[in-house]
């Protein structure tokens, strides 16, 4: 027990940079997972085999955005009963996310596996892709219950205050699948099925160790399942339907947005493509500072203590604003690098240049966003969470990427994107600051001890 953290005591800006910091290599660690996953596939097998795994990777991603909205519900959930010093509520709702997600994992496992051709041709893949694409989605949805699973363990210690194992466990997945995926495509001449039983087999083995792992030195209150109350299930879908909502709304606006930059021709969408891949990288701090905030304020919302939540809200923002302040000014200076990574076409690299080097000013107030809605959503406040979110991308993003776009041509996609993260950050601080969001309630009636 060690590992885990009191956020309910103690130094709250020390706290944060050593809870946030091993989340951030987490984050980093998954996103390295993707990234040599595509390498091996598009080396090995070529254009068409990357195409069928990017195809099968967007189904894959849809049905984990649920399970993203479940375990942010875990880490509220938990993490106020944490606070609150409730063994007892922390192992009924175990229990009962156990249960749950074994039970989704299933169903999602069978459906998916004998409709996945379906899902396919609804979204438009090529002939070509059809048979390889579709053999590559059924073996991954044979294994749906390691990829619920490893990242289930990982958002409940982190909910209890341990963000260092989890390291452990994508380090260990990473690690496998960086040595299985080229076993097995070409050493064991499996092709793009081989890339999938990689991954099953990397995160079964992390799920299987994360699991003996945390029940050997009992880092988590985990029993033998019951069957859960339906108070107990309600309260989990109340929360995490709207937190996996908010996942859709993100991926809609940010297709909406493609929508925009598609306009401007192949240049414009091949620079916008890279700028993207960067982006995703750039924000990882701002995601591992958010989770952290939200599991550090749940706790203390579960005593009510509102003045160390504040503070931590506080400490959150300048810490935040300070990483995020120093990694856009090293992006305006390295942008035109970083877009050469990935592509070489001059016009592309232009425009991809020039769209990071205005974005990354207001990477800053964009992460706002993510410190104060992860200090509203420990509270349970999940349906306006949800609001906020539908506000920054079809309110704001959106609209002010496609009008800035027709009054300034190209360049004006970055103006309405970095303007949107400026309005959406004051949209943010004024529900935190005046919303009603401190007055929601998760265990009615329920002694803190």
């Excluded at 996953?37 to 254009?47: I, Q, Y």
């Excluded at 995020?324 to 076409?345: K, P």
Aim: glycine fraction near 10%; include cysteine.
């Amino acid at each position: 027990m060690k590992k885990q953290h009191d956020f309910t005591q103690g130094n709250i800006f020390k706290q944060l940079i050593l809870f946030s910091g091993p989340i951030m290599l987490t984050n980093l660690l998954q996103t390295s997972y993707q990234f040599a996953d595509s390498l091996w596939v598009g080396n090995l097998l070529g254009a068409n085999a990357l195409g069928s795994v990017a195809v099968s990777s967007t189904i894959i991603f849809t049905i984990l955005s649920f399970v993203i909205g479940l375990n942010n519900s875990a880490l509220t959930i938990l993490s106020q009963q944490k606070g609150r010093g409730n063994t007892y509520g922390l192992k009924r709702y175990l229990n009962a996310y156990v249960v749950l997600l074994t039970a989704i994992s299933l169903i999602l496992g069978v459906t998916g596996y004998m409709f996945a051709e379906n899902l396919l041709r609804i979204l438009g893949t090529p002939e070509s892709m059809i048979f390889s694409a579709k053999s590559y989605l059924q073996i991954n949805f044979i294994g749906i219950l390691f990829l619920f699973g490893y990242n289930f363990i990982s958002t409940v210690l982190r909910a209890l205050g341990d963000s260092k194992t989890p390291l452990r466990f994508v380090m260990l997945a990473v690690m496998l699948n960086i040595i299985l995926a080229p076993l097995f495509i070409a050493g064991l001449n499996l092709g793009i099925n081989g890339a999938a039983y990689a991954t099953v087999v990397a995160q079964g083995t992390a799920f299987i160790y994360g699991v003996f792992y945390v029940l050997r030195r009992k880092l988590a209150p985990f029993r033998i399942p019951s069957l859960p109350t339906k108070g107990e299930i309600g309260l989990i879908l109340n929360l995490g339907i709207p937190s996996g909502l908010q996942m859709a709304v993100i991926s809609a606006g940010a297709a909406a947005i493609m929508s925009v930059v598609t306009v401007f021709g192949e240049n414009v969408v091949g620079g916008y493509g890279a700028a993207q891949r960067l982006d995703s990288i750039v924000m990882l701090p701002a995601h591992a500072l958010g989770t952290a905030v939200s599991s550090m304020a749940g706790q203390n919302i579960g005593i009510n203590d509102w003045e160390r939540v504040k503070r931590i809200a506080k400490y959150g923002v300048l810490y935040n604003f300070s990483v995020m302040l120093i990694i856009g000014v090293i992006v305006v200076l390295f942008a035109e690098f970083g877009v050469r990574l990935f592509i070489e076409e001059e016009e592309a690299v232009a425009f991809g240049t020039k769209y990071l080097r205005i974005v990354a000013l207001c990477y800053p107030f964009l992460g706002i966003n993510f410190i104060l809605n992860g200090i509203v959503r420990a509270s349970g406040a999940m349906y306006q969470v949800l609001a906020l979110n539908i506000t920054s991308f079809w309110l704001l993003r959106f609209p002010f990427a496609s009008l800035f776009s027709k009054m300034f041509g190209e360049v004006g996609i970055g103006v309405g994107v970095g303007a949107s993260f400026l309005a959406s950050s004051f949209i943010a601080y004024m529900y935190y600051r005046f919303g009603k969001w401190r007055e929601k309630e998760l265990f009615k009636g329920q002694k803190a001890h």
